[in-house]
Nanobody, 131 residues
Framework: QVQLVESGGGLVQAGGSLRLSCAASGRTLSMYAMGWFRQYPGQELDFLSC?????????????VNGRFAISRDIAARDNAENTVYLQMNRFTPDDTAVYYC???????????????????WGQGTQVTVSS
């Protein structure tokens, strides 16, 4: 069973930084990709970034390109947890949202990734930016 568990959310001041983590288990990620999305209240999930696990190729939404950075830690052995990170910098109050990590087939991670591409989601973590 695939499990994705996010951590690292919280309250941060505008202009500050935060790093989210997502521990992934139950799936051999070499044929998959991991991504980050966020959701504002009452709105759909918005794509932020994804990384193809085997190649490390990354993609970003225009809204966060240059401010957010996705990275990964590959598990040292089979069946161990892999971790994907989202480093977020220069926050504005518009970044206040619930942030989700997700897993998808690796070719679903690209320039047109949307919230219909993942097949597994984490539980979400709240990020609140104070002005």
């Amino acid at each position: 069973q695939v499990q994705l568990v996010e951590s690292g959310g919280g309250l941060v001041q505008a202009g500050g930084s935060l790093r989210l983590s997502c521990a992934a288990s139950g799936r051999t990620l070499s044929m998959y990709a991991m991504g980050w999305f966020r959701q504002y209240p009452g709105q759909e999930l918005d794509f932020l970034s994804c990384i193809r696990w085997s190649s490390g190729r990354t993609y970003y939404a225009d809204s966060v390109n240059g401010r957010f950075a996705i990275s990964r830690d590959i598990a040292a052995r089979d069946n161990a947890e892999n971790t994907v990170y989202l480093q977020m910098n220069r926050f504005t109050p518009d970044d206040t949202a619930v942030y989700y990590c997700a897993s998808m087939a690796h070719l679903r991670c690209g320039g047109s990734t949307s919230n219909s591409d993942p097949d597994y989601w984490g539980q979400g973590t709240q990020v609140t930016v104070s002005s």
